[in-house]
């Protein structure tokens, strides 16, 4: 059973930063790619980023782009994102997700497992 675990969300100030972590039990993590997504009060979930199983590649939002770094540890089933520059604008539940398929970049509604959320606020 797949299991993922986030934590490291908080109450910073803006410009401040925060590291998420995300530990995933289950399965072979390094197999797989794996994403982090938010969800702010009253807006759709989003996706902030993904990284393929090797680490090698990723891709960004471009509302987070140059201020958040994803990475993963495949050595410790663990997959973080570094935040830096936040802005109030980033206040959200942070989830990570993966998606069923190994080696296989999913679309945004194609990811079936997800943790329970870590709350990240940014004060001004």
């Known amino acids: 059973q797949v299991q993922l675990v986030e934590s490291g969300g908080g109450l910073v100030q803006a410009g401040d930063s925060l590291r998420l972590s995300c530990a995933a039990s289950g399965r072979t993590f390094s197999n797989y790619a794996m994403s982090w997504f938010r969800q702010a009060p009253g807006k759709e979930r989003e996706l902030v980023t993904t990284i393929i199983w090797s680490g090698i590649s990723t891709f960004y939002a471009d509302s987070v782009k140059g201020r958040f770094t994803v990475s993963r540890d495949n050595a410790k089933n663990t997959l973080y994102l570094q935040m830096n520059s936040l802005k109030p604008e980033d206040t959200a539940v942070y989830y990570c997700?993966?998606?069923?398929?190994?080696?296989?970049?999913?679309?945004?509604?194609?990811?079936?497992?997800w943790g329970q959320g870590t709350q990240v606020t940014v004060s001004s």
């Open positions: 997700a993966a998606p069923k398929a190994a080696y296989y970049i999913p679309g945004v509604r194609e990811y079936v497992y």
